[in-house]
């Protein structure tokens, strides 16, 4: 079986021209260039023909690649699927259920947007320090000091104080002080009308129901998109039967399914639940290239977008070359 290269996007448009250039994404031009590289270079396949491959043990193609959208972003109907339609690709898109149903936005996407309004990170900090440091006793938490040690450390993509800003508020401190913190800092710089904010960001059901009936596939991304790991098994199931619900109201297959897990993360617990529900596939954010024959189909590794060219005419990267061995 070949080795199957799975690309994760998130944001898909025209940066420069929003309100919010700073947002991490990629340009439509350079998702374009992406697809037309991909084109080149490899196989584009569908849910359903990777499904095929790991339960009736299907051929899959020479030089497999499937291309997975998070979050349900407006900009996966208005920009990514009539490029997919125009060149016939094949997409996976995972909308969390509940930011399409009840007009909310995601904390996560409520920290993109607080960092990309506010060109002094270090303030953000100093914000988010201030209010551990108020809450110390309440919440039994360490010193911002030691919080600032351990947790403000750049990653692959973000610098030292926006990987503190999200750590801290995606999953370091408590719920509910990291809900307020959150919901704060975006009342005062981003908006204070949540609803209008998440009919701009996320498709509506009806747009999720036409990518579903032009061929493209639908899968869970859980309905909170909690951290689904930090979840006891009974919150776990309730969070995927709401999730396969919404699914199945948009004409999606529940029978025989795909999870795209949020922020990438899973536990034993979490994997038995999927197994119960007939799930197929789990994805993850590890980076690698998947191997059908070594991987759990339950833990799938994907690329993310900045990991392959967004040029037509580039060489064949290291993933690419990696992806043929």
Not at 112 to 141: G, M, T
Not at 191 to 219: C, H
Request: aromatic share 10%.
């Amino acid at each position: 079986m070949p080795a199957l290269t799975i690309v994760m996007y998130h944001y898909v448009r025209e940066l420069k021209h929003s309100r919010y250039p700073e947002i991490k994404g990629l340009t439509v031009d350079g998702f374009k260039e992406q697809i037309a590289y991909i084109k080149k270079h490899y196989t584009v396949i569908s849910g359903t023909e990777l499904m095929d491959a790991i339960v009736e043990g299907a051929t899959l193609p020479p030089r497999p690649l499937l291309l997975t959208f998070d979050d349900g972003y407006i900009d996966h109907f208005t920009e990514v699927f009539p490029v997919l339609d125009r060149e016939k690709l094949p997409g996976l898109f995972f909308p969390p259920a509940k930011c399409i149903l009840e007009h909310k936005v995601l904390d996560v996407n409520k920290i993109h947007f607080v960092l990309a309004s506010v060109p002094d990170k270090r303030s953000l900090v100093d914000y988010i320090c201030k209010r551990i440091d108020e809450n110390r006793n309440q919440y039994n938490l360490s010193t911002s000091a030691a919080y600032w040690e351990n947790m403000g450390k750049p990653s692959r993509f973000d610098h030292a104080e926006v990987m503190f800003c999200k750590t801290m508020l995606q999953r370091e401190l408590p719920l509910e002080m990291r809900q307020n913190i959150t919901g704060e800092l975006f009342s005062q710089y981003v908006t204070r009308d949540e609803a209008s904010f998440s009919r701009e960001l996320y498709m509506n059901p009806d747009q999720v129901r036409v990518l579903q009936n032009q061929g493209m596939y639908v899968g869970s991304h859980g309905y909170d998109h909690f951290w689904l790991n930090t979840l006891t098994s009974k919150q776990q199931e309730e969070e995927i039967d709401q999730s396969l619900m919404f699914l199945g109201s948009v004409g999606a297959d529940v029978t025989r399914w795909i999870m795209c897990y949020p922020y990438g993360v899973y536990n034993e617990s979490l994997l038995s639940v999927l197994k119960s529900r007939n799930c197929v596939v789990g994805l993850t954010t590890e980076v690698d290239l998947a191997h059908l024959g070594e991987h759990n189909p339950l833990t799938l590794p994907r690329l993310d977008t900045n990991d392959l060219p967004k040029d037509s005419n580039a060489e064949e990267n290291e993933w690419t070359v990696k992806a043929f061995k």
